[in-house]
């Protein structure tokens, strides 16, 4: 009998996962680089989970990508995990060796500053405040990263402000919770605007908030990608703003799994960025 070496496999979890671009971008990876594997969706139910991820080492897997709902249990079933999932309180990477075992990271952030750094080289974290819309997953990640890049404040509004000071509690003074209803406020001074929200995004609630406070020195980001050019990023860019779209983001977060899972640190290319959008 032969002895034939494993194809190395790795996968996006989630559920709805059929949506993810993902597969586009470590597909274009795998191509480029001729790396024989394979990166695909998976979907998987949060009652099947555990079971799932415990098995796929046997099956060849390398790893995963984890998304919407699984990331916070994704963390907790780990093994072991990275000081920033756990700062974070959730996971988008996971990484499986060969005795099963299970390593939790979270790309989230690094993906952000990377695509923010990328598409804006002059944003000066120290510069003044950031703004973030949205207290969801993503803008757990995304205080994270901005704290410790040496943001000097972060004020963050949500429809539910619960939600909102459970990220102050997690994360403390240098946060600022700001009533809904009052959010176009937290662009007054601001340096850095980040909307982590689905407002904005095809099929979901326009993006609503004035932006009559912004100055035209800000450096404004959306996590949002379907559309490229928000309305947060159309009206911005009119008022001079540096602006930073959120495919990048997406792209740059998925860098350290490949690395990890396939043994090639990838580059992000406009080629990616074209080959992405047209998936």
Known sequence: MTDHPRIPLAAVIGSPVAHSRSPAVHGYWLRQYGIPGYYIPVDIAARDLSEAM???HKMGFVGCNVTIPHKEAALALADSASE???????????????????????TDGYGFIANLRAGAPLWRPEAGP????GAGGAARAIVHSLLAEGVPEVRISNRTRARAEALRDDFGPRLTVVDWAEASDMFDGAATVVNTSSLGMQGKAEFDIA?????????VTDCVYTP?????????????????????????QAVPGFERWFGHRPEVTEDLRLQVLSA
């Open 54 to 56: 415990r098995a796929m």
């Open 84 to 106: 920033t999932a756990v700062s974070i309180g959730a996971a988008n990477t996971m990484t499986l060796a060969a005795d099963g075992s299970i390593f939790a990271d979270n």
């Open 130 to 133: 950031a703004a973030v819309i």
């Open 211 to 219: 932006l009559d406070p912004l100055s035209a020195a800000a450096v």
């Open 228 to 252: 490229l050019e928000t309305p947060l990023l159309r009206g911005a860019a009119a008022r001079g703003c540096v602006t930073v779209d959120g495919l990048g983001m997406l792209l740059h």
